[in-house]
T-cell receptor, first 111, second 113 residues
């Protein structure tokens, strides 16, 4: 059972553009929704996370939008930079229990 | 910022052999995890460990796998009899009390020949 579905699989954006990655989940008990950034040869690093009591969270150029009724959340990367080129994973968990990861999105930012 | 460190960075092992992957979690963290990532695929949960016992494990974590915290700093994953399909990146992660944030190490690439 795929608990978190992520799309698109990959995207290419011009420098300065907006990257948007979407995730949908099934388990309504999930209460923690992080996004991880992974560079080749490195482990996933937490980028930003949200809990279901808020609909949006912004940290610098990164924003999570959360729609509890639709069971969807998305990551927006504003003013995309070549250094943002990486694989991004959404994830979800019930409190302290296991993180279920999405399949990942490879983002390429063209200069 | 404190880091989770994993050794070795790359392990090559013959099928059927035992392998131990080592991790040093962040010092004041209490929750420890192993995940794996088969090349090009998503990160998969294996096991979580708290208070010297397994708190949760996935269906991947069968009897061939075990975890141990042999002292106050190390956290190990042992695979007793490796199979070709065990080839993957294995990530250790740790978490402090009161936060959902898992800190990941850079992984050990396990290659089974």
């Amino acid at each position: 059972q795929q608990q978190v579905k992520q799309s698109p699989q990959s995207l290419i954006v011009q420098k300065g553009g907006i990257s948007i990655i979407n995730c949908a989940y099934e388990n309504t008990a999930f209460d923690y929704f992080p996004w991880y950034q992974q560079f080749p040869g490195k482990g996933p690093a937490l980028l930003i996370a949200i809990r279901p009591d808020v609909s949006e969270k912004k940290e610098g150029r990164f924003t999570i939008s959360f729609n509890k009724s639709a069971k969807q959340f998305s990551l927006h990367i504003m003013d995309s930079q070549p250094g943002d080129s990486a694989t991004y994973f959404c994830a979800a968990s019930i409190s302290d229990y296991k993180l279920s990861f999405g399949a990942g999105t490879t983002v390429t930012v063209r200069a | 910022e404190p880091e989770v460190t994993q050794t070795p960075s790359h392990q090559v092992t013959q099928m059927g052999q035992e392998v131990i992957l080592r991790c040093v979690p962040i010092s004041n963290h209490l929750y420890f995890y192993w995940y794996r990532q088969i090349l090009g695929q998503k990160v998969e949960f294996l096991v979580s460990f708290y208070n010297n016992e397994i708190s949760e494990k996935s269906e991947i974590f069968d009897d061939q796998f075990s975890v141990e915290r042999p002292d106050g700093s190390n956290f190990t994953l042992k695979i007793r009899s490796t199979k070709l399909e065990d080839s993957a990146m294995y990530f250790c992660a740790s978490r402090a009390e009161g936060t959902g944030r898992r800190h990941f190490g850079d992984g050990t690439r396990l290659s089974i020949l």
